[in-house]
């Protein structure tokens, strides 16, 4: 009888200290999500990659790369005009690396006809900081291809343990908590259309900054081997891959690059389209179609950009 009976407190004990550790985890979790940021305002951009998961998977073209894609093309336009059903995964200051995980990361849903990626990430051989990273990767689902970017991209300060538990890095935001972190506890609205950050402000190009020679022209070799990894996972699942620059005004675009880029093309047998050249075309008027003097185009600017880079992608797309 007294064994049953130890047995019986025994269990109940058990009982208590699983529900008390339970409790523990999730008045963990809870805080953790409080002490995230929410990208609700001026960092938008940090909402762009966790959107993507709630989207339907069953998008024709899938742009990556950095603010050049996702403030440049408008999906929208692309399936008013052509039908074509479109989604940007960009974030900001997007590495060719994050573009191939992130590429990675989409062909667990779905498997597009068509790819389009920025060569404005050609440049890029390091992420330039931590919040880049954070902005891009706190809303990446877990698989292997998060680890496995995380790892690529952190800087020597950061460590995995704080993107697997990210309370260890946003542990000390108390005293900067806002009403937003309170107000989208449960969750936060979509910033963008499918991506695609709009901005209806107009702020001209007056001028440009005078163009500085460079010592080294050089492609950063390790985006180029990203590069080749998205060309070679494009031909497996027979998806046509289209390399862009788009027709920011600024920072500059070097022929060298240009010429670069149009070499790896021709030789790869990919379709290059620099919009830089196709200004006029286009109709672009940088006077009314930037928000912030030439970096980045506005809505009406984005709606002249894509409709002329749509008529290309349907012909690709034949």
């Known amino acids: 009888m007294k064994e049953k009976n130890l047995f019986t407190l025994n269990i109940k004990m058990l009982i208590k200290i699983f529900g008390i550790f339970v409790a523990l985890i999730v008045l963990l979790l809870m805080a953790q999500r409080l002490l995230m940021p929410k990208y609700t305002g001026k960092m938008a951009e940090g909402a762009l990659t966790g959107e993507y998961y709630e989207s339907k998977k069953n998008h024709d073209v899938i742009f990556f790369g950095d603010s050049e894609v996702y403030y440049n093309f408008s999906p929208e336009v692309l399936n008013e005009e052509y039908g074509i059903n479109a989604y940007i995964r960009g974030n900001a200051n997007q590495t060719m690396w994050q573009s191939y995980y992130l590429l990675m990361d989409t062909l667990r849903y779905e498997t597009p006809k068509a790819v389009v990626v920025s060569v404005a990430s050609l440049m890029k051989e390091e992420v330039e900081g931590e919040a880049y990273n954070r902005m891009m990767l706190d809303t990446m689902e877990w698989s ?40 989208y506890f449960f ?20 001028r440009l900054p005078a163009v500085k020679p460079l010592s080294d022209y050089e492609l950063s070799q390790k985006a180029l081997e990203y590069l080749d990894k998205i060309k070679e996972i494009c031909e497996e699942k027979d998806i046509k891959l289209v390399l862009v620059k788009s027709p920011s005004q600024y920072p500059y675009w070097y022929e060298e690059w240009d010429a670069a880029v149009v070499d790896y093309a021709s030789k790869n047998e990919i379709l290059y389209v620099n919009l830089l050249e196709a200004v006029d075309e286009i109709g672009l008027d940088f006077s009314v179609d930037t928000f912030d003097g030439g970096k980045h185009l506005n809505m009406d ?13 349907q012909k690709e797309l034949e």
């Open 144 to 183: 292997e291809y998060k680890y496995s970017c995380i790892k690529e991209s952190m800087t020597e300060e950061e460590n995995v343990i704080s993107y697997v538990f990210p309370i260890f890095r946003y542990h000390s935001r108390w005293n900067e908590l806002s009403k937003d972190d309170f107000k």
């Open 301 to 313: 600017g984005a709606t002249k950009n894509t409709k002329y880079f749509g008529e290309l992608l």
């Open 187 to 206: 969750g936060e609205p979509n910033v963008s259309k499918d991506g695609y950050l709009a901005r209806k402000e107009v702020v001209p190009l007056t």
